[in-house]
């Protein structure tokens, strides 16, 4: 069975870092792409980071990618040896307080849709 | 970055009833295109990938179709449990962008 634990949310002043974890199981984590999307209260969902598996092609293993807003403040990590994802938020912003959700991707080429995710954790961005 | 539309934002439907509801990019995706539902206090389930590929598990009451810039997600006959927010996502292209949701509720 597939399982994702997200860890590491919590409240911190506004230009503050926090990591989140996401510990995962149940499936061969080194293959598959993994994500993190967030939802601001009462908001929808924002694909924040991706970083690609290896169970792709070889030149695209382990690239990452995030949306404008965080690029340059957010790293998206992997081991592959703990079976766990990472994302260091620096220079945090309100506006970046969330649910913070941890997703694999459904196939392994690096296009794929989202298929099991966890339970999110919460980060608060305020002073 | 592909921009994703969603209509209605919310649609009121009667149980048992056929809830249609509408995905626009911005730009072609050919069919990378997935449904997830999200119910309060929740996490996202995928419903549908591929445009009309349904999840493991999923019932056959859900349908997704269409392709390039324009896709449907169909349910056939609302029950209790479907009452929820859906969303569309693109993952033709990074950064993956999800439409803003239709909250579908009880008529």
């Known amino acids: 069975e597939v399982q994702l634990l997200e860890s590491g949310g919590g409240l911190v002043q506004p230009g503050g870092s926090l990591r989140l974890s996401c510990a995962a199981s149940g499936f061969t984590f080194s293959y598959y792409g993994m994500n993190w999307v967030r939802q601001a209260p009462g908001k929808g969902l924002e694909w924040v980071s991706g970083?690609?598996?290896?169970?792709?092609?070889?030149?695209?293993?382990?690239?990452?990618h995030y949306v404008d807003s965080v690029k340059g403040r957010f790293t998206i990590s992997r081991d592959n040896s703990k079976n766990t994802l990472y994302l260091q938020m620096n220079s945090l912003r309100a506006e970046d307080t969330a649910v913070y959700f941890c997703?694999?991707?459904?196939?392994?080429?690096?296009?794929?849709?989202?298929?099991?995710w966890g339970q999110g954790t919460l980060v608060t961005v305020s002073s | 970055e592909i921009v994703m539309t969603q209509s209605p934002a919310t649609l009121s439907v009667s149980p048992g009833e056929r809830a249609t509801l509408s995905c626009r990019a911005s730009?072609?995706?050919?069919?990378?295109l997935a449904w997830y539902q999200q119910k309060p206090g929740q996490a996202p389930r995928l419903l549908i990938y591929g445009a009309s590929t349904r999840a493991t598990g999923i019932p056959a009451r859900f349908s997704g179709s269409g392709s390039g810039t324009e896709f449907t997600l169909t349910i056939s006959s609302l029950q209790s449990e479907d009452f929820a927010v859906y969303y569309c996502q693109q993952y033709d292209d990074w950064p993956r962008t999800f439409g803003q949701g239709t909250k579908v509720g009880i008529k």
């Open positions: 997703a694999k991707d459904l196939g392994r080429s690096g296009f794929s849709s989202l298929d099991f």
């Open positions: 730009q072609s995706i050919s069919s990378t």
């Open positions: 970083i690609v598996g290896s169970g792709g092609t070889s030149v695209s293993a382990g690239y990452t």
